[in-house]
């Protein structure tokens, strides 16, 4: 795509809250993009929360972490860039060994990812033995082989309920495992120590137990049920919409909860006056860019500074010096690709 059609496209999404020399810069980086895309033979996967003038100017999909995974899977791409965080890279390395895997900045954190281990499952594995494990895929590498299957938030239950057991653990987000077992009728222990092997297991002695992590996404556990309140008394028409990593009592409290993609669908196909979106908010900008015709609410002072790190800047420099390489040790990746294909193989599928 040459410099005048990207232009067009994006001030036809953005003209309204972006200046045009913005525009026009943003489109040049955008050509240069499309270009070495060619001469290296790059796919482009933009997540969901990428800033508006890249999620809707060089990505080949776009899509949650499910869809990502998908796309990543199916490529016969040499290069997948991945404008994301590090976990999301991490899982297409998993799925394409041969493959260069490239995150376009050199951190790419998130809070879920980094509030657990490896040594911490295997404690858990060795204080809870013979009970599954089921990792929410915003975690490493090598905690995603210790684990039996992985899940997003389009499918935990589906992963959950795949597994037929009387009790799980569910890591590492508190929140969303406390969403997914309301759902699934299990009762919620986050232990804040861990029994001895062998010891009796607190809380385990009624049926149908989730055991869960104390991770938080910062982000989402900064929506309260008071800003739900104080939004529906200022507008009581508005649809809200909450992601699963929100605290139980906010998501029960909305009118619809899901993934990132779930979300996007939802608001597309509501006719309701206007919207609010309990979730990173660029994605509302990207809603907006695309359906002008909604009206978007704002409660924009959380925003993860990890997706942000992505801009298209970075995406062309990624690609102009291949960097940066995500690698998994090979011992580590196909332990963790058993718990990737698992929850592949559970579904749902993308069209
Ligand atoms: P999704 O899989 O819903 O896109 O969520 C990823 C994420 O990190 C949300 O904070
Ligand atoms: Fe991680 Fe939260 Fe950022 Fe998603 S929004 S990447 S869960 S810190």
Redesign the pocket.
Known sequence: MQVEEIYLNLRDKLGDVMPEGEILLKAEVAAEIQKLKVERDAVILG??YMEPALFHSVPDFQG???ELSRRAAETDKSVIVFCGVRFMAETAKILNPSKTVLLPTEKGG?SLAESITAADVRALRAAYPGVPIVTYI?TYADVKAECDICC???NAVAVVESLKSDTVIFLPDEYLARNVARETGLHVIVPSVLPKPGAPRPGTDVEHVMVAWKGR?E??ELFTTEDIDSVRKQFPDVMILA?P?CSPEVVAKADFSG??TAMIKAVEKSNAKRYLLLT?CSMGDNIVAANPEKEMLRLCSHRCPHMHEITLEQTRDSLRYMRWVIDVPEEIRVRALKSVERMLAVGPKID
């Open positions: 997540h969901n949650d972490s499910l998130c915003n997003t938030s389009s996404c982000v989402h992601h990593e993934s990132t990173e």
